[in-house]
């Protein structure tokens, strides 16, 4: 399946001449700018104006709108380069010693390895990882009042990470964003996981050096009327025997909400889409039907959420786009998350509305530990921390015998869209 897809976006890549200009969502124009929802009105204006609004700007806004708007008539490529270039300068001026004071934590990787490696991919990719994760988590922490944990770990094969987790907090039940930098020699099992995704991997001495990384998070809300978001960005290295190397980048954003609301999915899908849509104007439909496929429970028949984008695998056109293309997705977790969490904050919920929010808890955890291929990846890679891996799962959920909601109501609502996957935008 994700050669499949990685074939028609390479012969689409290569026969596409024009692409839609790069745009910036822009919280202060979009639909969602101010609605009324029951006796709570959100305004955007008023959201932008505080400390976590400007962040949110800062997020989806930048020179690179500017750019696309300004050279909509050239080829993809040559749109793409000045993107990448536009965002570099941006995203990557000044050392990386001043960069890493804003992080959660010092990175994995020692500052001064960062600095001298910093035009490589695998570095840039690892200061990407640690500003996502301290942009979202003190978007979190500023919407719910609380702190994350911030726990070192260290991985005696090579590498480790830094695990933040917020939990039994005011708003957020369980809130986790993890970062792994990990190293070492894949073994058999994930050898095998990696050639069954139509890898051809060519080790020496039957060892096979990897580096792998990314930055991975699950929020799981007290409020059955504020959604679960989970995203995860990640890049992955092989050494073959040859010394060549084989990379490639994977990841994506979904959301996972109890109850359908229209506004809140074409808000979240559109935020993601104006992303895709600076690289390519076939990415959002194409990663949209993959994770609908992907975050599928096959034993229940039903999605896991309502979707977003997903990709694996992906190593095309250059490495250069691809690592800008996941920089723009990463950007989107805090525009596309937090103006719903914000929305239902005040919402009231009665406890069968939390009965109904554990039982999709359940179906959640059943995704996670029987299909989810980063949970089995590193449940079979030597010396990976298990709390980070299971941090994924919420801290409650609840499994009922022979569940099924009554017809007509607002939970058979929920299980027709997750049966029947839908177009949002």
């Not at 987790?165 to 070492?184: C, I, L, P, R, Y």
């Not at 359908?260 to 899908?269: G, R, V």
């Not at 935020?271 to 039907?289: M, Q, T």
């Not at 937090?338 to 239902?344: A, E, R």
């Amino acid at each position: 399946m994700a050669s499949l897809v990685l074939c028609t976006l390479s012969r689409t890549l290569r026969s596409s001449g024009r692409l839609r200009s790069a745009c910036r969502v822009d919280l202060l124009s979009g639909p969602w700018a101010s609605r009324t929802v029951g006796r709570r009105q959100m305004s955007a204006r008023g959201f932008a104006s505080g400390a976590l609004g400007k962040r949110l700007l800062w997020a989806t806004g930048g020179a690179a709108a500017v750019v696309g708007a300004a050279v909509a008539g050239l080829s993809h490529f040559q749109r793409a380069e000045m993107a990448t270039r536009t965002e570099t300068v941006k995203d990557e001026e000044g050392n990386v010693a001043e960069r890493c004071k804003k992080f959660m934590s010092p990175p994995v990787t020692p500052v001064e390895l960062l600095e001298k490696r910093k035009g490589e991919i695998s570095s840039r990719m690892e200061m990407l990882i640690m500003q996502t994760q301290a942009e979202f988590c003190r978007a979190l922490e500023e919407v719910d009042g609380g702190k994350f944990r911030v726990d070192r770990w260290s991985r005696p094969e090579g590498g480790g990470g830094i695990s933040c987790v917020m939990q039994d907090s005011k708003v957020f039940e369980k809130a986790g964003v993890n970062v792994s930098v990990v190293s070492g020699h894949l073994t058999e099992e994930a050898a095998k996981q990696m050639r069954s995704r139509g890898k051809v991997l060519k080790g020496k001495d039957g060892k096979l050096p990897f580096i792998a990384m990314g930055v991975s998070s699950v929020i799981h809300p007290k409020n059955p009327h504020i959604p679960t978001v989970h995203f995860n960005y990640r890049y992955f290295e092989i050494e073959e025997e040859d010394g060549s190397k084989q990379w490639w980048f994977g990841g994506g954003t979904d959301l996972t909400p109890v109850y359908i609301n229209k506004e809140d999915a074409a808000l979240f899908h559109n935020v993601l889409r104006e992303a895709c849509d600076k690289h390519h104007s076939n990415y959002y439909p194409d990663f949209k039907k993959w994770c609908d496929r992907y975050f599928f429970v096959r034993h229940r028949g039903e999605t896991r959420g309502i979707g977003g984008i997903f990709f694996d695998d992906l190593d095309s056109p250059s490495q250069e786009e691809v690592f800008s293309f996941v920089k723009s997705c990463a950007k989107t977790v805090v525009p596309c998350y937090l103006p719903i969490v914000q929305k239902h904050l005040n919402d009231s919920f009665t406890q069968e509305e939390k009965d109904w929010q554990q039982v999709r808890r359940g179906r959640y955890v059943e995704f996670n530990l029987v299909y989810d291929r980063g949970v089995k990846f590193g449940l079979a890679t030597p010396g990976s921390r298990i709390e980070s891996i299971l941090m994924s799962l919420p801290l409650t959920a609840r499994w009922e015998y022979m569940h099924e909601p009554t017809k007509g109501t607002r939970e058979a609502e929920m299980l027709d869209v997750l049966r029947n996957p839908k177009e949002w935008i």
